[in-house]
């Protein structure tokens, strides 16, 4: 390795430290010289040199001068990478004094996308009216961007362009000034989407409704709940509609608190969908005032059985006496093997002591699954007898629910269970003996 790469290497080191030492003024001036000339397999060391230089400037001062080093050397640039690397520094460095330059450069084919990205980077408002001003001369993918970057900047001032880009014959065009319209939001955005929306063919209707729901969660945003409701409304009630867009419309109407939003819900409630009945589900108990709890327990009681786990699931955040009690009943009164395996894990979260029972008759379950959700509840069940009764009940269990129960009670972390593990550790089976020596290690 020559010494003129050692010296590179460790100068980038420094630089990832944040202690870099200011390049000497000479280099840098002889760098910014070579730099015009960059090929992609050459003066790599002045691009580096630069570049060092402007993530160590110390101060406001030294960005100053090394913007306007960028900007003489961008004028003189004489390759495509050159002008691409120069446009990439003032992105990181620039300020209102670079925009004319990279202006310049914007509609070039070859460099527009490095000098747009950098106007885009600087968010003064002088860089947007350049961003403009390029935008009623672009034309292709430069048009695009251009017009995405101004959304994604929120300008105001750009909503006459992309409205008249809404009359163009390109589909993309057209797309992307939709597209844009919703980033702006507002009313007037809305105004202009639906108007466009009667004429528009499927799959820029799709593109216009997407626009119109981000206006409706910007409205939300803005407290103009009006707005949202009737733009979700019309999303929901519309059965053209797919699927998801009409899910989008029912969450908003709950998000915006539109004043039928209960009347909705209940609706959903009772739909034929799998998906609109487990949203509404999932949505009843964010509704302004609503007992959770109790919300969900009474939709548990009414509910068809493929609704159940979620509710069941749920309620697991809801520990307390109803809760445990609508739980239970399900359990015992459900013959599907869904619905009880999820009862199972709930009562794990909400139970107690009164549970235990229960639960440990389904640890001897023939059925795998509700042996495993039965293990799974037994670790979490709280009461101020649970780890007694299993550390009672777990030497005269069956040799297979014992099995079982060993390692739940390692898992409950109770020291009070060493004294029946320790007999266990010398049980003629030998699968019992292997789980209790392993319980009494990790306890």
Same mark, same amino acid.
């Given at each position: 390795?020559?010494?003129?790469?050692?010296?590179?290497?460790?100068?980038? #080191?420094?630089?990832?430290?944040? @202690?870099?030492?200011?390049?000497?003024?000479?280099?840098? !001036?002889?760098?910014?010289?070579?730099?015009?000339?960059?090929?992609?397999?050459?003066?790599?060391? *002045?691009?580096?040199?630069? $570049? +060092? *230089?402007?993530?160590?400037?110390?101060?406001?001062?030294?960005?100053?001068?090394?913007?306007?080093?960028?900007?003489?050397?961008? +004028?003189?640039?004489?390759?495509? $990478?050159?002008?691409?690397? #120069?446009?990439? =520094?003032?992105?990181?460095?620039?300020?209102?004094?670079?925009?004319?330059?990279?202006?310049?450069?914007?509609?070039?084919?070859?460099?527009?996308?490095?000098?747009?990205?950098?106007?885009? +980077?600087?968010?003064?408002?002088?860089?947007?009216?350049?961003?403009?001003?390029?935008?009623?001369?672009?034309?292709? !993918?430069?048009?695009?961007?251009?017009?995405?970057?101004?959304?994604?900047?929120?300008? =105001?001032?750009?909503?006459?362009?992309?409205?008249?880009?809404?009359?163009?014959?390109?589909?993309?065009?057209?797309?992307?000034?939709?597209?844009?319209?919703?980033?702006?939001?507002?009313?007037?955005?809305?105004?202009?989407?639906? %108007?466009?929306?009667?004429?528009?063919?499927?799959?820029?209707?799709?593109?216009?409704?997407?626009?119109?729901?981000?206006?409706?969660?910007?409205?939300?945003? =803005?407290?103009?709940?009006?707005?949202?409701?009737? @733009?979700?409304? /019309?999303?929901?009630?519309?059965?053209?509609?797919?699927?998801?867009?009409?899910?989008?419309?029912?969450?908003? #109407?709950?998000?915006?608190?539109?004043?039928? *939003?209960?009347?909705?819900?209940?609706?959903?409630?009772?739909?034929?969908?799998?998906?609109?009945?487990? /949203?509404?589900?999932?949505?009843?108990?964010?509704?302004?005032?609503?007992?959770?709890?109790?919300?969900?327990?009474?939709?548990?009681?009414?509910?068809?059985?493929?609704?159940?786990?979620?509710?069941?699931?749920?309620?697991?955040?809801?520990?307390?006496?109803?809760?445990?009690?609508?739980?239970?009943?399900?359990?015992?009164?459900?013959?599907?093997?869904?619905?009880?395996?999820?009862?199972?894990?709930?009562?794990?979260?909400?139970?107690?002591? &009164?549970?235990?029972?229960?639960?440990?008759?389904?640890?001897?379950?023939?059925?795998?699954?509700?042996?495993?959700?039965?293990?799974?509840?037994?670790?979490?069940?709280?009461? &101020? /007898?649970?780890? $007694?009764?299993?550390?009672?009940?777990?030497?005269?269990?069956?040799?297979?629910?014992?099995?079982?129960?060993?390692?739940? @009670?390692?898992?409950?972390?109770?020291?009070?269970?060493?004294? *029946?593990?320790?007999?266990?550790?010398?049980?003629?089976? %030998?699968?019992?003996?292997?789980?209790?020596?392993?319980?009494?290690?990790?306890?």
């Amino acid at each position: 390795m020559n010494t003129s790469t050692l010296n590179m290497n460790v100068t980038y #080191l420094l630089v990832g430290c944040f @202690l870099l030492s200011p390049v000497a003024a000479e280099d840098l !001036n002889q760098a910014f010289t070579a730099v015009t000339g960059l090929q992609s397999d050459q003066q790599f060391d *002045a691009a580096k040199s630069i $570049e +060092s *230089a402007v993530v160590s400037a110390p101060d406001a001062e030294a960005k100053r001068v090394l913007e306007d080093q960028l900007i003489r050397a961008l +004028s003189k640039a004489e390759t495509r $990478e050159a002008s691409i690397f #120069l446009c990439r =520094q003032l992105r990181t460095i620039g300020t209102s004094r670079s925009i004319g330059a990279l202006e310049r450069r914007l509609l070039d084919p070859e460099i527009g996308h490095a000098a747009r990205l950098a106007l885009a +980077s600087n968010g003064s408002a002088e860089a947007l009216a350049a961003l403009r001003r390029a935008l009623t001369k672009a034309s292709g !993918n430069h048009e695009l961007s251009l017009m995405q970057d101004l959304a994604k900047a929120s300008d =105001q001032l750009s909503r006459p362009l992309f409205v008249a880009r809404l009359q163009s014959d390109r589909p993309a065009v057209l797309e992307a000034a939709a597209r844009a319209l919703g980033h702006l939001a507002g009313n007037d955005s809305i105004i202009t989407l639906q %108007a466009k929306r009667f004429e528009a063919n499927a799959k820029l209707k799709t593109t216009i409704d997407t626009a119109l729901l981000r206006c409706a969660e910007s409205a939300v945003t =803005q407290r103009d709940l009006s707005s949202a409701q009737a @733009l979700y409304k /019309t999303f929901f009630a519309d059965e053209q509609q797919p699927r998801h867009m009409r899910l989008a419309g029912l969450r908003g #109407l709950v998000m915006a608190q539109a004043p039928d *939003a209960s009347r909705t819900l209940a609706k959903a409630l009772q739909s034929p969908d799998t998906e609109f009945r487990r /949203t509404a589900i999932q949505l009843v108990s964010t509704m302004p005032g609503a007992n959770t709890a109790d919300t969900l327990i009474g939709l548990l009681e009414k509910s068809v059985p493929q609704d159940r786990p979620l509710i069941l699931s749920m309620l697991k955040d809801h520990p307390k006496a109803s809760t445990a009690k609508a739980v239970l009943e399900v359990l015992e009164n459900s013959q599907d093997l869904e619905v009880q395996r999820e009862a199972l894990v709930t009562l794990g979260h909400v139970g107690d002591d &009164d549970d235990l029972p229960l639960i440990l008759k389904h640890l001897a379950s023939a059925t795998p699954s509700l042996r495993d959700a039965a293990r799974s509840s037994l670790v979490r069940l709280s009461g &101020d /007898t649970v780890d $007694e009764v299993l550390r009672r009940s777990v030497g005269g269990m069956p040799h297979a629910v014992q099995e079982q129960l060993i390692p739940i @009670l390692a898992a409950r972390g109770s020291l009070q269970a060493i004294s *029946a593990l320790v007999p266990l550790a010398r049980h003629e089976d %030998a699968n019992i003996r292997k789980a209790a020596i392993s319980a009494l290690g990790s306890l």
